[in-house]
């Protein structure tokens, strides 16, 4: 598995996330507008520290690869109770989503590193679980959660990331019981 650092992101990072979401692949499931006062509208409030959620920008070998961030499903009550709709939401759950930037760097095993990478800070923080809704049609994210020993829960009509797809999608969980840094059965 590739080895990534984490890092918050910086305003100095919006060119190169805007270039990542014009991507067709990354357009696809990730519906954020490319343009530079959208970006500053949406990641902001994360680098000014206004916005609870962590995005981070992975790196390997120094060079930015993809971003990540995670969030307290608490400090998002209309997607909590989405998700609550389906399945029970402990009380400090977090969920996660990813990106790998360039197509060169997918089917490496990056966005597995990321998420191992994130869940030791999601651990650190002491979520009790994670909680992933992933669109039933995006298999290679379905995969890769799976790797990282996140199991299916349930399957869900929930509002999808982009319009124009339906709502079919499939609820993942990794269960965080163990102490910070403990990996749980199945997970690398």
């Known amino acids: 598995m590739p080895v990534v650092e984490l ?7 919006f ?3 805007g270039e990542w ?5 990354i357009a696809e499931w990730w519906h954020d507008d490319p343009a530079p006062g959208a970006l500053e509208r949406r990641y902001g409030p994360s680098v000014d ?14 060079e930015p690869v993809g971003l990540i961030q995670w969030y307290r499903l608490d400090d998002e009550p209309e997607y909590r109770a989405e998700l609550e709709a389906v399945v029970p939401v402990p009380a400090g759950a977090v969920s996660l989503d990813y990106l790998i930037g360039s197509a060169d760097r997918r089917g490496r095993g990056l966005g597995r590193a990321m998420i191992v990478a994130a869940l030791r800070e999601v ?3 002491g979520a009790p679980a994670v909680l ?5 049609g995006n298999v290679a994210s379905r995969r890769v959660l799976q790797r990282c020993g996140f199991r299916p829960v349930a399957t869900a009509d929930l509002e999808p990331d982009n319009p124009a797809h339906d709502r079919g ?20």
């Open 132 to 136: 992933v809704p992933v669109h039933a």
């Open 49 to 62: 520290g206004a916005d609870p959620a962590r995005v981070l920008i992975a790196s390997e070998q120094g």
């Open 169 to 188: 999608h499939v609820l993942f969980r990794l269960d965080l019981g163990e102490a910070p840094g403990a990996t749980p059965a199945g997970a690398p």
């Open 7 to 13: 890092r918050p992101i910086s305003r100095d990072d």
């Open 21 to 25: 979401l014009r991507e067709p692949l």
């Open 15 to 17: 060119p190169l996330l």
């Open 123 to 125: 651990r650190a923080a």
